[in-house]
């Protein structure tokens, strides 16, 4: 893709993400409305100061071109897939870049069924993107503000709770803030005071060492969202960390049964398929991003995928990833059983990985001799993927063996002959 990366058109706001590519994209959306009888657009965005900034790009060119822009304002991804859903929206656009840091900001699509668009739509947009301008209309349409729209997702939100589980919730200082407030009581809620700069600073999924230390001391279960909330990762009473991998592997014991597939991705820690394994269901890998795992749920016709970045999809409930959503039916899962997520994962053994950003700002190309470095280490039975992000400027390596002294040891050469090269 020219544009659009694993999730997304993303970049720095007023840099990559500049205002060319902003008109690029609504015009290309200008496009996609041409022949639709219904013509708005529901947007949503997430706590970033950009935003704001963007949006008012896209309303300029959207609303000479007889296409309405109606505005749910700051709210997750998932919030805004349920009401494109609900509403019938024909499409609706996330600002957002996720759990990025706040200099960032991205564009993201959802069809009318409340998922993240497909390959295909990305290519013809991007095919959009690069034609001339349609002649403007000169119909004018206006931009209407349907905030009210989000008590329609807390409400269902709430609908699904059965239990008031004391707990700790990290909002990331995103776009879930005000929404998580609202849903959930006999709960300590942090990192949800959004100012357009702290989005995902020091807090969230990514940055979980404060959320680790408040269970520890409290004794209590934590929740951390990205940005946007559509990703969670969980943190024990004891502040041990349950990844999206381990997510999974609980939800499974709920909601599939024998010989079901679940899908994870090629970054899923091998020790959850051969748990897996040991309970009939069958694993698939597919590559990287909620969007591929999506796709390929639809194809082995499953209900539950996802990453261990915390992306889950649980179709029982949407279309998408959903943070809040997952918290709410984990929380349920502890209360109905009386059980602790150590008692869950009592059967599920992982592997030892490891993974390491490097920055890279250039396309990345292997070498002959880390060709074999890495063949003769897989020989040996490590995984070892080594890929450029497709949110970031950066070259991500992981490993994994059975045994944590030799992950680390097979890191530590890799990075050396790439940083050599």
């Given amino acids: 893709m020219k544009y659009f990366g694993t999730d997304g058109i993303r970049g720095i706001a007023n840099k990559s993400l500049n205002k060319n590519l ?29 935003s704001d900034y963007i949006l008012s790009i896209l309303e300029t060119v959207l609303l000479k071109n007889c296409i309405e822009v109606q505005n749910v304002g700051v709210c997750s991804s ?46 013809n947009f991007e095919r959009f993107m690069d034609m001339r301008p349609l002649k403007c209309k000169n119909i004018y349409r206006k931009s209407i503000s349907v905030e009210h729209l989000k008590e329609d997702y807390i409400n269902y939100l709430k609908s699904l709770k059965k239990t008031n589980l004391p707990c700790i919730i990290d909002c990331a200082n995103g776009g ?22 702290n989005i995902n600073f020091n807090s969230g999924c990514t940055h979980i060492e404060n959320l680790r230390l408040m269970c520890i001391k409290n004794r209590l279960v934590g929740f951390a969202l990205d940005g946007d909330a559509d ?63 999506y796709r390929a749920m639809k194809e082995s016709q499953t209900i539950l995928g996802g990453e261990n970045s915390g992306h889950i999809i649980l179709k029982t409930f949407s279309n998408t990833g959903d943070g809040i959503l997952l918290s709410i039916i984990l929380s349920n899962i502890l209360s ?68 944590k002294k030799k992950s680390k040891e097979i890191l530590n050469k890799l990075m050396q002959n790439i940083k050599s090269n």
Avoid: W
């Fill in 78 to 123: 998932p919030c805004l897939a349920y009401l494109t859903k609900k509403y019938n929206y024909p499409l609706s656009l996330m600002l957002s870049a996720s759990h990025n840091p706040s200099e960032y900001n991205g564009i993201k699509f959802f069809n009318s069924n409340g998922e993240k668009v497909d390959d295909k739509f990305e290519q």
């Fill in 336 to 403: 109905s059983t009386n059980l602790s997520f150590s008692s869950l994962l009592s059967d599920y053994h992982t592997h030892y990985q490891i993974l390491e950003n490097i920055e890279n700002n250039k396309p990345f190309k292997m070498n002959e001799n880390l060709k074999l470095i890495i063949r003769k280490y897989e020989e040996n039975g490590a995984r070892i993927i080594i890929r450029p992000s497709g949110t970031e400027p950066i070259l991500r390596v992981m490993v994994e063996t059975k045994n």
């Fill in 22 to 50: 902003i008109i690029k994209v609504a015009n290309a959306i200008v496009r996609f409305f041409s022949d639709k009888t219904k013509k708005v657009l529901l947007v949503g965005n997430d706590s970033r100061i950009s």
């Fill in 231 to 293: 990703r969670l990762i969980v943190v024990d009473e004891f502040g041990n960390i349950i990844d999206g991998d381990k997510i999974l592997y609980i939800l499974s014991s709920f909601y599939l049964k024998s010989n079901d597939t679940l899908v994870g991705t090629i970054y899923s820690n091998e020790g959850l398929k051969k748990s897996l394994n040991k309970k009939h269901i069958k694993f698939y890998r597919s590559p990287v991003g909620d969007k591929q795992v």
């Fill in 176 to 197: 879930a803030s005000e929404i998580v407030k609202r849903v959930f009581s006999k709960t300590k809620i942090i990192g949800a005071y959004p100012n357009g700069e």
